[in-house]
């Protein structure tokens, strides 16, 4: 499997929207999964879930390499503008929106990757994409939300708090990024077999 990937014309890696029409079951299954990490989001407090285990993030990679296009980073802008407006916002919001802002971007250097390259660019945004989320937020949390004294010491003990929501999240994305790769993996080997199909049965007749 080239870094075109099957059915994209030659000189260009990047997937237009007719062409994804036309792969129906890439924009599909980002659809499916985009739609799970807003219902989890949603459910996961009154399932008992541990804090912070999240799919949003596994979710983004995931469409950003089906879709091949750097719109695709706009996905966990979808899943928590949808969920905010069932949870409601908090006094950080715009810490937290920024902090799968970045996420996103990074996740999109990846889109062009396959093999051994593409599962080792989703463990740098499992691992990444967690430090970064903890960081900002936290600091978003100390900065404005008067949980803590506005100094050094108080920035530590947001940090300190911090750390098991750290812990749930970064095992979590250790496990479900990767997996994303795996699921993008297999919906491009069963689009390779469909054209192959469709290219055998053409011949045929």
Do not use: K
């Not at 237009?16 to 996961?44: D, I, M, N, Q, S």
């Amino acid at each position: 499997m080239d870094d075109r990937d099957v059915l994209t014309p030659a000189g260009r890696r990047d997937l237009t929207v007719r062409e994804l029409a036309h792969r129906w079951w890439r924009p599909a299954t980002v659809v499916l999964v985009l739609t799970a990490a807003v219902v989890w989001r949603l459910v996961a407090p009154g399932l008992g879930a541990p804090p912070n285990l999240e799919i949003a993030t596994a979710a983004t990679f995931l469409a950003v390499l089906l879709l091949r296009n750097r719109w695709a980073a706009v996905v966990p802008f979808v899943v928590v503008a949808v969920s905010d407006a069932v949870l409601g916002n908090t006094q950080i919001m715009w810490f937290t929106w920024s902090a799968w802002a970045v996420v996103g971007v990074g996740a999109i250097f990846a889109r062009h990757l396959t093999g051994p390259a593409r599962y080792a660019a989703a463990f740098g945004v499992g691992v990444g994409g967690s430090l970064w989320f903890f960081a900002w937020t936290n600091f978003g949390v100390w900065l404005m939300d008067g949980m803590y004294p506005t100094t050094l010491d108080g920035l530590l003990a947001s940090y300190v708090a911090g750390l098991p929501f750290l812990r749930t999240m970064l095992l979590g994305n250790l496990v479900l990024v990767p997996l994303a790769a795996v699921v993008a993996s297999l919906v491009e080997r069963a689009e390779a077999r469909a054209v192959a199909g469709a290219g055998l049965h053409a011949a045929q007749n």
